[in-house]
């Protein structure tokens, strides 16, 4: 299980082991909420840097 969480820590740090070393401490409920975080941010992120079409 821990690999599991890692693994997707890792992804959301870049490959970045002190990133994702941050990411991974606390609780499994606060992952959850850090995870859905990032995320939505990723998201929000990619759909603002997408061209305007006027």
Request: proline share 2%; charged share 25%.
């Given at each position: 299980?821990?690999?599991?969480y890692n693994g997707?820590?890792?992804?959301?740090a870049d490959g970045?082991?002190?990133?994702?070393?941050?990411?991974?401490?606390?609780?499994?409920?606060?992952?959850y909420f850090r995870?859905?975080?990032?995320?939505?941010?990723?998201?929000?992120?990619?759909?603002?840097?997408?061209?305007?079409?006027?």
């Amino acid at each position: 299980m821990y690999n599991h969480y890692n693994g997707l820590a890792l992804k959301l740090a870049d490959g970045d082991q002190q990133k994702a070393d941050y990411i991974l401490n606390c609780s499994v409920y606060e992952f959850y909420f850090r995870y859905r975080n990032i995320q939505e941010f990723i998201t929000w992120k990619n759909e603002n840097s997408k061209p305007k079409s006027s």
